[in-house]
């Protein structure tokens, strides 16, 4: 009888030996070399960035908080920016609105001119 092999993942290899490990060792069973989990998509750095810029903002904060793949300094500088970069996109939003209402407010003086 076969031992049981529904534990090994195909694509789950050691970095240093180059042989099939299991998916939870923290070590490798045939070299002892130390196994480094990769990160999830939600905690790369540049995942992170694409969220806040099209999508969330400031409220994308918690995600660069919980993220072991940031340095403590790299969270500061990280939050600070996406502060600042939230609060220009609120400015902008703010001044296109005064904007378009200027426009509206002076083509319905235009209107009233032409007795519309
Ligand atoms: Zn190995």
Redesign the pocket.
Known sequence: MNPPRAAVLPGWH?A??G?Q?RKDDRV?S????RLVQPAPWHEQPVWIAVLILTLLGALGIPLIWRSRQLSRPAKWLFTLATILYTLIIILLLVWISILLWEHLQAFQMQMNDLGM
């Open positions: 050691c240093a030996c042989r490990v490798c045939h070299c002892g070399a």
